[in-house]
């Protein structure tokens, strides 16, 4: 099956400083891509959705001059976090998909990135 | 908009006996449903979806699930379920239009006891 993978699984960054995700697509093109937040027992949050070749959409409330997104390959999507605080730690779950926005293609999604900021 | 609910925080079972995992949704047009399950400090695994056709989707590990539109449900089955089957679970729906964005349930925790 499509593999995805995330790098590093877990960060420890101090405050103030920025901290950058990746996430890949090991085995396929990865013509979308999203990223998603998740707090400790609870659901996930997408925060941005990017294609290919073009700016991120974020979602309402996600701060995109905070978390940058950059999709530079069919294989690799970053997500930068910017002057990062203790409240963006979290975990952080990237997902890849063949197809664009329309496409019924399977969602794959990374293991994860481990985020605390102290 | 789209949504979806987990109704359970939490299902627990004893090792053999039937587990299900319910969830119903509320979406725009047709509903594609998506089960995926997580483990501790794990990324998502999929596990099955339901795009069209036969009501009930068979997927990964045993597990099963059926598709209700009269009822809006996606309730995930297995009939014997494992000790190793102790994993959170999420329903996730995403309408034809909407970008290819999931929207995920709040999860269930499954707990299979010995």
């Known amino acids: 099956g499509a593999v995805v993978s995330q790098h590093p699984s877990w960060v420890i960054c101090k405050s103030g400083t920025s901290v950058k995700i990746e996430c890949r697509s090991l085995d396929f093109q990865a013509t979308t891509m999203f990223w998603y937040r998740q707090f400790p027992k609870q659901s996930l949050m997408l925060m941005a959705t990017?294609?290919?070749?073009?700016?991120?959409?974020?979602e309402q409330g996600v701060e995109k001059d905070k978390f940058l997104i950059n999709h530079a390959s069919l294989t690799l999507s970053t997500l930068t976090v910017t002057s990062a605080h203790p409240e963006d730690s979290s975990f952080y779950i990237c997902?890849?998909?063949?197809?664009?926005?329309?496409?019924?293609?399977?969602?794959?999604f990374g293991p994860g990135t481990r985020l605390t900021v102290t | 908009a789209q949504s979806v609910a987990q109704p359970e925080d939490q299902v627990n079972v004893a090792e053999g006996n039937p587990l299900t995992v319910k969830c119903t949704y509320s979406v725009s047009g047709n509903p594609y449903l998506f089960w995926y399950v997580q483990y501790p400090n794990r990324g998502l695994q999929f596990l099955l979806k339901?795009?069209?056709?036969?009501?009930l989707v068979k997927g990964s590990y045993g597990f099963e699930a059926e598709f209700n539109k009269s009822q809006t449900s996606f309730h995930l089955k297995k009939p014997s379920a494992l000790v190793s089957d102790s994993a959170l679970y999420f329903c996730?729906?995403?309408?034809?239009?909407?970008?290819?964005?999931?929207?995920f349930g709040a999860g269930t925790q499954v707990v299979v006891t010995p």
């Open positions: 990017s294609n290919e070749g073009s700016k991120a959409t974020y």
């Open positions: 997902s890849a998909r063949e197809g664009g926005t329309t496409s019924l293609y399977e969602q794959y």
């Open positions: 996730a729906v995403r309408a034809t239009d909407s970008w290819g964005k999931l929207q």
């Open positions: 339901y795009i069209t056709g036969d009501n």
